[in-house]
């Protein structure tokens, strides 16, 4: 027989407070006292005289082993017990074994295992998608939905659920093995280049020449240069006090060939915009030289090609910092040591442009420029975006009112909405998730209506915390409807998000931390006259301290208004 292993009695029937056969309720085995599974008395503890736990008890005394049958099943279970500490044991023989094998592998075998786990690694961090909370929308499922209705916003109801987001987006934007090998390559095998604008406008400012920009406009300093325009008028350049570079910029612009654009952009510009017309060379190098701009000479016939030039200068500057962040990780996937770089490229948020516009048939004219613009292989909800933003223009008899209101009034003039835009290599996504989109669509009303729910649960202006260029279109319609909604809206720009939306701080850049964003944002006003208003948001909210700002001061044809003749009317 067996030693006594301690455990209350010999194993089989000796296993003190189990009972018998390893029941827990049967008598007391090896200890000579009753179980604790009877009826307490002064006494002690007895038996139940139930007849249920006779029975049991009397079953239990006929399956009593002998001592034979016991030591028998003693022996066998002494087997499985040490049949079961050898398989505690068998994983770390294994491991063990696993290790001494890896140091004896070819190097080939050594690389296609390292190879094979970088992929595993690349596939568990998407690049973009890595900021993006799960559920992809804005909030909760269900607040977000009452939210949307309330501010009549327009989302896909698919990308607002609970499925993954992720599986949205098509492999071509994930970071996979291939994009090791084109991580010097880009998108569209496109080089940086450090006189790149979009380079030299994010680079980063040497902290002292920083704070001194800071303390300049903080202060309301500015050093102000003017650059007359023949035909057009004059811009008046403004830069901080500290600095004292010029930012006069030569109207040499002549057409698209001329900028600095991915190369996807430049191969549709060159075949939608091959020259640039008078309004569009007196505006493009301080469009796309990031500086901010004020051009109050918008009409009716000059509004499509402000529209053209601000479209490519926004999907250029979100193709070129997306590609930057493709490039990033795939740097980082590559090397051995990833923690040793120091890869600045993102904000908190992923959406980079808002697009502002009083009505939803302008900003249809937008979203179908932009797309005109990146040519993609497919539109998704192509047909809902134009159904929902447009509608028949030109059925009421208006020909006897001015052009102007029948720019702005004919087709979908509802001024309460608020989509988003989202790109990837080959597909394009209207009423896409606005954590998940790169362009954000909508008018001045409809983003108060969700920045300033009356339910404070549904509020959230998180998504506007990268904004890196704004546009806002028809600014003197906007002022019509409320000047305040353009004020609430900006107000809420670029703060510091009150929730982190998945972010990777390690990659965002220096200024966003430090709650500087704003002064790096560009802002882009077009309106058709200057009102007090749009000079205080020019005043306050164009704080451009890498490029400066500009304010064109236009030269209305025809001169000054002459007084009649008096003479011969008897007036000295």
Known sequence: MAPNRGRGGPRGGFRGGRGNSRGRGGAAQGSGKLARSGIRTKAGYRKFDSQRVKDVDSQSEDEMPDAGEQSAEESSQDGMSDSEEDEEVAPGVKAYNALLQSFKQPDGDEDEERRRKRRKVEKEVPIIEQRVPEDGSVGSDEDTGSAEEDAGIEVDEEASGDEDEED???????????????????????????????????????????????????????????????????????????????????????????????????????????????????????????????????????????????????????????????????????????????????????????????????????????????????????????????????????????????????????????????FTRKTMKYFSAFYTSDIILASPLGLRRIIENEDKKKQDWDFLSSIEILILDQVDAMQMQSAENIEVVTRHLNLQPRSAHGTDFNRVRPFYLDNHARHFRQTILFTAYLTPETNRLFNTSMQNLASGKAKLTPTYPGGAITAPSLSGLGVK
């Open 168 to 422: 949205d987006v098509p492999q071509d934007d994930e970071i996979d093995a291939s994009a090791i090998t084109r991580a010097g390559e880009g998108n569209d095998e496109d080089e940086e280049d450090a006189s790149d604008p979009y380079e030299a406008h994010f680079a980063n400012i040497d902290e002292n020449d920083l704070s001194q920009r800071l303390n300049s406009i903080q202060g309301g300093e500015w050093r102000t240069e003017k650059q007359p325009l023949p035909k057009v008028g004059s811009f008046t350049l403004y830069s901080p006090q500290s600095c004292q570079e010029s930012i006069i910029r030569k109207p040499n612009l002549k057409a698209s060939s001329d900028l600095v654009l991915k190369k996807r952009v430049a191969d549709n510009a060159a075949r939608l915009l091959p020259q640039f017309d008078e309004t569009q060379r007196s505006i493009a190098p301080y469009l796309f030289n990031y500086t901010d701009l004020l051009y109050p000479s918008r009409t009716p016939a000059n509004a499509s090609s402000l529209r053209s030039a601000a479209c490519v200068h926004a999907l250029n500057h979100v193709l070129k910092g997306r590609d930057k962040v493709l490039k990033n990780s795939a740097r980082l996937a590559s090397t051995q040591n990833p923690e040793m770089l120091d890869l600045r490229d993102q904000g908190f948020t992923r959406p980079k442009v808002l697009i502002l516009t009083e009505t939803r048939q302008h900003a249809y004219h937008y979203g179908s420029r932009i797309a005109d613009f990146f040519a993609p292989e497919q539109v998704e909800n192509k047909q809902r975006f134009h159904d929902s933003f447009t509608a028949p223009i030109g059925d009421d008899d208006n020909s006897t009112l001015p052009e102007d209101y029948r720019e702005l009034f004919d087709g979908n003039n509802d001024n309460s909405f608020l989509t988003a835009i989202k």
